[in-house]
């Protein structure tokens, strides 16, 4: 089963919100760019909210995501999985970025929206025990995953729920 390692963060000093996903996706990974895979909607709802849409170049729509103060990152430095679903991720073989470090170094984060219910999970399971005491005044918030597979909302539905969270940081 291939080992798929993922990306750095996209951050500045300034950030305010941290966005987690859970590992990227082989579309991502052979594209290196966050949320690659053209039916995932979470640069159609970026575009909506902070300009970051996603016929603009990838580098673009990252400067978008920290001019809003919106950092973007996976709750995994790596692991094993066949395909790209996040219920393929095998459990024994996961490693978790280094979130102590992440924090100390952007202080005025105080919200963390997971993508999806996996990343929440990972983050809560893997993260939170690193993390003790967790930082003051981090607020966590569960959102709908923006991916393809999960079906169940429509587009706007997902928006909604996306723009109530971030609704603080919008231009």
């Given at each position: 089963m291939p080992?798929?390692?993922?990306?750095?963060?996209?951050?500045?000093?300034?950030?305010?919100?941290?966005?987690?996903?859970?590992?990227?996706?082989?579309?991502?990974?052979?594209?290196?760019?966050?949320?690659?895979?053209?039916?995932?909607?979470?640069?159609?709802?970026?575009?909506?909210?902070?300009?970051?849409?996603?016929?603009?170049?990838?580098?673009?729509?990252?400067?978008?995501?920290?001019?809003?103060?919106?950092?973007?990152?996976?709750?995994?430095?790596?692991?094993?999985?066949?395909?790209?679903?996040?219920?393929?991720?095998?459990?024994?073989?996961?490693?978790?970025?280094?979130?102590?470090?992440?924090?100390?170094?952007h202080p005025?984060?105080?919200?963390?929206?997971?993508?999806?219910?996996?990343?929440?999970?990972?983050?809560?399971?893997?993260?939170?025990?690193?993390?003790?005491?967790?930082?003051?005044?981090?607020?966590?918030?569960?959102?709908?995953?923006?991916?393809?597979?999960?079906?169940?909302?429509?587009?706007?539905?997902?928006?909604?729920?996306?723009?109530?969270?971030?609704?603080?940081?919008?231009?």
């Amino acid at each position: 089963m291939p080992l798929s390692v993922g990306f750095p963060p996209v951050a500045d000093s300034r950030a305010r919100v941290l966005v987690l996903g859970s590992l990227p996706g082989r579309r991502s990974l052979d594209a290196r760019e966050y949320y690659a895979q053209p039916h995932n909607a979470f640069w159609r709802i970026m575009g909506r909210l902070f300009g970051a849409e996603p016929l603009l170049p990838y580098e673009q729509r990252l400067e978008r995501l920290r001019a809003a103060r919106v950092a973007l990152w996976d709750v995994l430095a790596a692991g094993e999985r066949e395909g790209s679903l996040d219920a393929s991720i095998v459990p024994a073989s996961v490693v978790v970025n280094d979130f102590v470090s992440f924090f100390a170094g952007h202080p005025d984060i105080d919200l963390v929206c997971f993508n999806g219910r996996t990343a929440a999970e990972l983050y809560r399971r893997r993260v939170v025990p690193q993390l003790e005491p967790e930082p003051a005044g981090l607020t966590t918030r569960l959102l709908p995953s923006t991916s393809p597979a999960h079906a169940s909302l429509r587009f706007e539905q997902k928006l909604a729920r996306w723009a109530g969270a971030l609704e603080s940081l919008r231009v």
